[in-house]
């Protein structure tokens, strides 16, 4: 039993990584709050004091504001479902025994592991070129007319491109979730005469139900942020453009650094309602 010296001493020990901890998320948010509320142009002039809200009325009345958000909240959306789809099918297919298990599995993650530009250079140009493209061979085979992918379906592709990166995470997760169970639960449900789609119902689904809540989470949080994606691929053009990419676009264009991060303060609100949302949703099953 900790005796009120030992918590102490802890509480000495972990002092130093909590303050840096605390430094390294304050101090850059008081920095975007301090610079959201002045008209801060590095390239020409400087600080040029206070301008009040006039950043964030600028910024939200944007016409682009409103459909950034819905691109934003629509990739979100896109990637967790298909990672969640298919990371539950990979996992249980990996699951199984076969030949060669664990180059398989080092296969599926190895996508994980890959930067987001390069991913999506690779995407552009070797799968979704429409006239050298993977795709556009594949079309022409079948004698079908290739797809400009990145402008005339431009957001299923970039849904696709970032649902290829995370799936492996996704994957992972869930597979590492579904070696946890009880095999005999699954013997005697079949001893019982429970068909598979019973036995994915009743026992394997309920069983992943905290994975695929910490799938959604975390991925959740860094698929707000998404960039390097657009910026590489569409340049933010047909409906790309996320709150993220947008925020980029007007510090970019404007030299404005209090504009953008009056965007960022918005960035930051958006990820929290969402992630209230979720926690509200799907959060209780975390529960012990």
């Known amino acids: ?7 102490s001493a802890a509480r000495l020990m972990m002092a130093p990584a909590v303050v840096l901890l605390l430094g390294w998320m304050l101090v850059p948010l008081i920095m975007t709050l301090t610079f959201s509320f002045k008209q801060y142009l590095p390239l020409r002039g400087g600080d040029l004091g206070w301008v009040g809200f006039d950043n964030y009325v600028r ?14 909240l629509t990739i979100v959306g896109g990637v967790l479902i298909i990672t969640v789809v298919l990371g539950i099918l990979l996992a249980i297919l990996l699951n199984q025994p076969m030949w060669g298990q664990g180059i398989v599995r080092i296969l599926v993650i190895a996508p994980f592991f890959v930067m987001p530009t390069v991913s999506a250079l690779v995407w552009k140009n070797m799968f979704m070129d429409p006239v050298n493209g ?16 990145l402008s005339e379906a431009s957001m299923p592709s970039i849904v696709m491109i970032v649902s290829w990166q ?15 169970l009880d095999s005999e639960q699954l013997e005697a449900a079949e001893m019982d005469g429970a068909p598979p789609i019973k036995r994915f119902g009743y026992i394997i689904l309920p069983h992943l139900g905290r994975a695929i809540t910490i799938v959604i989470l975390i991925q959740t949080i860094f698929l707000l942020a998404v960039f390097a994606e657009i910026f590489v691929t569409t340049g933010g053009a047909f409906g790309t453009r996320t709150l993220t990419y947008l925020i980029y676009q007007r510090v970019l264009e404007s030299q404005n650094v209090g504009l953008g991060s009056a965007g960022g303060v918005y960035a930051i609100i958006l990820a929290n309602i969402v992630a209230i949302f979720l926690m509200r949703i799907v959060g209780k099953n975390l529960d012990a």
Do not use: D, N, Y
């Open 1 to 7: 039993m900790a005796t009120q010296h030992s918590r």
């Open 134 to 149: 993977l795709f556009a061979h594949l079309w022409k085979f079948f004698g079908a007319e290739p797809v400009a992918w």
């Open 166 to 180: 995370w799936l492996p995470f996704a994957t992972l997760i869930l597979l590492t979730a579904i070696q946890s």
């Open 59 to 72: 910024f939200v009345s944007s016409s682009a504001f409103w459909p950034s958000v819905v691109a934003t």
